[in-house]
């Protein structure tokens, strides 16, 4: 009789505090919507990935956020397309596939994402923080700050307009 000596790890393998995808004990990588309601939050943010480099980042604060990952000339780079629930599975889905079309017609996604919140209208400071203003063409002056809009008809808009040339003359 032959005997074996086999080492064993010090410590339990249930303490490897890394977190998997939980698609991955299926043998798929496609999200569904019970799955993401059901992400709790950890200690540090983490990826869980659907499908053709769309992933939802979940956050230590709880936020569901979309991002797809491409490379467009030799680069690495990241798209954002909003927290869950605001933007469906569904509609994510579709806004990585706009990107990855654009992409196969040899154009920036991100560049193309930039000019459309250049067109709307909307203004930040230089860091890209702080209140958004806007005027909409129907006459109401809009402003949006974190998670939160105010908006302004076109007599509040003057008074406030007035108000804000004064303070920051």
């Known amino acids: 009789m032959v005997s074996m000596m086999v080492s064993i790890p010090e410590g339990n393998a249930s303490t490897n505090k890394t977190r998997r995808n939980p698609c991955a004990t299926r043998g798929r990588s496609m999200l569904f919507e019970p799955e993401i309601a059901s992400l709790r939050p950890g200690t540090k943010a983490f990826?869980?990935?659907?499908?053709?480099?769309?992933?939802?980042?979940?956050?230590?604060?709880?936020?569901?956020?979309?991002?797809?990952?491409?490379?467009?000339?030799?680069?690495?780079?990241?798209?954002?397309?909003?927290?869950?629930?605001?933007?469906?599975?569904?509609?994510?889905?579709?806004?990585?596939?706009?990107?990855?079309?654009?992409?196969a017609d040899g154009?920036?996604?991100?560049?193309?994402?930039?000019?459309?919140?250049?067109?709307?209208?909307?203004?930040?400071?230089?860091a890209g923080h702080g209140p958004r203003l806007a005027l909409l063409p129907d006459g109401i002056f809009e402003v949006r700050h974190g998670g939160r809009t105010i908006r302004f008809m076109e007599d509040d808009a003057r008074q406030l307009h007035e108000l804000l040339s004064k303070v920051f003359r």
């Open 47 to 103: 990826k869980v990935a659907d499908e053709q480099g769309l992933y939802l980042l979940v956050t230590p604060a709880g936020g569901k956020l979309w991002r797809f990952d491409y490379r467009f000339e030799g680069r690495q780079k990241t798209l954002a397309f909003g927290a869950y629930p605001d933007v469906s599975l569904t509609q994510a889905r579709e806004k990585r596939d706009e990107a990855r079309q654009l992409r």
């Open 107 to 126: 154009i920036d996604p991100g560049e193309v994402a930039k000019e459309r919140r250049a067109q709307s209208g909307m203004v930040a400071d230089k």
